[in-house]
């Protein structure tokens, strides 16, 4: 038979084990802090019906527009979509379970998200978010607070080349008003719209403001600002959150042009951006979504949220080679099969009790590739569980590390004292 290789899926990555300590690391990081902060887990299914998403994200967005892997099941006909976001099922979730009724939510979620996007450095088809949401607050205390926190994590995991951009987009009336004054611009300057901008000109023009094209740059500069249209209300819950971030010593720039790719934010809307990553600098992004539980069929309610594209951040760890790669074994036992291996495994699982990390070759082997092994393996120990030893009662240890102070040569030691000798060394 002809042998076929298979590969992945285009835009689709294998995590690969000698990444897996900085995926662990950053996880354990992240959820340290977000616990610091009263934060718990929810995970919703990788799976939910499409209008989850058309509705929640926006009909007129580039994620529901031309991202989506959305299917039709073929047992019963359902329209369901591999989820683009969290955000959006969170809250389908907190509604379905009437979990906003008078309280509040706080909770985090780690998982795979799926954009059928052009895959480049830093952008994936299937990626990672950590996302978190707090819901059922309105006051702008909890914005900032969220912002502070981001900015705790950061510092944990050593990042420093972060900055923060902060937004408002006001309330819905200021952004009805702005958006009649941005039609009407764009209306007087439509020989200058690409065909992009031409087709949100109705549906959704402050997405032209967002608009990479060089020659539109000039008249989108001069556009008529939501800053211009904001109540005293919405300057001052920005204010607030500025006063909050201030206090803390959390630096940020206000950019008037930042209004994210999802529908369903208000007032506050911010980016956590890093130069050293080339053009996919977004590390995290997020703000408030009031609007948005209702829009999901929920009463009236408040929400806030971001989430970090964990690609990247392991990224920035990996170029800043920081953090440490634990080897996968501290001990490793050697053996010369029958009788030995079963020795070797009784004192392998008695190290495991005590919670040494153990490798033993299974079934008989040579001396010589076991050390090559033990080597290899970065277990600081080699224990030798070989017939003469076992024959007088004993076994040997001996460093396999330059700089271990103890069992620098082999050295044999009764078999009932191996564990308490390993243990005492490590
Ligand atoms: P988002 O800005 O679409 O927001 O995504 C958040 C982060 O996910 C981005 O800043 C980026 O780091 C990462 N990301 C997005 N797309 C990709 C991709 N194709 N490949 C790799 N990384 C990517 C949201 O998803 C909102 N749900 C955030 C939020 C939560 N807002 C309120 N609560």
Redesign the pocket.
């Known amino acids: 038979m002809k042998r076929e290789k298979f590969t992945g899926v285009k ?1 689709m990555n294998d995590m690969l084990p000698q990444d897996a300590h900085l995926w662990h690391f950053f996880q354990k990081t992240a959820i340290g802090v977000l616990e610091r902060y009263g934060y718990e887990e929810i995970r919703t299914p990788i799976l939910e019906n499409t209008r989850v998403f058309t509705r929640g994200v926006g009909e007129v967005t580039d ?1 529901v527009e031309k991202e989506m892997y959305s299917f039709t099941d073929s047992l019963n006909g359902d329209q369901l979509t591999l989820r ?5 099922a969170v809250v389908r979730a907190m509604n379905e379970h009437n979990l906003l009724y008078g309280a509040q939510q706080r909770v985090w979620y780690m998982g795979p ?1 799926f ?1 059928h ?1 052009r895959p480049q450095r ?4 299937q ?3 950590l ?3 707090a819901m059922g607050i309105a006051n702008p205390e909890i914005d900032a607070e969220m912002l502070i926190m981001i900015n705790r994590l950061w510092k944990a995991l050593g990042l420093t080349d972060v900055r923060l951009e902060l937004n408002t987009l006001g309330n819905l009336e200021e952004r009805q008003a702005h958006r009649k004054a941005l039609i009407e611009y764009f209306e007087a300057n439509r020989e200058l719209l690409d065909e992009d901008a031409e087709r949100r000109l109705y549906s959704n023009p402050l997405r032209i403001l967002d608009t990479k094209n060089p020659a539109m740059q000039d008249m989108v500069n001069a556009a008529p600002r939501l800053t211009d249209y904001l109540g005293e209300e919405s300057q001052a819950f920005l204010n607030r959150i500025e006063t909050l971030l201030t206090a803390a010593g959390v630096a940020y720039t206000i950019n008037p042009r930042l209004v ?3 529908d ?2 208000n007032h506050t809307v911010f ?2 951006i890093t130069d050293s990553l080339g053009a ?1 600098g ?8 009031d609007p948005l539980i209702e829009m999901l069929g929920g009463r009236a309610n408040h ?11 392991i990224e920035l760890l990996r170029d800043m080679g920081t953090v440490p790669q634990k080897p996968a074994a501290d001990v490793y036992v050697i053996h010369h099969g029958g009788e030995t291996e079963v020795e070797a495994q009784r004192l392998s699982e008695a190290l495991r009790d005590s919670g040494v990390r153990v490798l033993v070759t299974p079934g008989q082997a040579g001396m010589k590739g076991q050390m090559k092994k033990a080597d290899a393996s970065g277990a600081r120990f080699a224990l030798f569980v070989t017939g003469d030893e076992l024959a007088r009662g004993a076994v040997g240890i001996k460093a396999l590390r330059a700089g271990e102070t103890q069992f620098t040569e082999q050295t044999e030691v009764a078999k009932d004292e191996a564990v308490n000798q390993l243990l005492g060394a490590l």
């Not at 806030?304 to 964990?310: C, D, P």
């Open positions: 835009g994620i683009p976001e969290g955000t959006s998200m954009r996007e830093g952008r994936y088809r990626f990672h978010q996302g978190v949401e994210r790719g999802l369903y934010y980016e956590w996919q977004t590390i995290c992004g997020g703000g408030r979504y929400g806030v949220g971001f989430a970090i594209g964990m690609e990247r951040v």
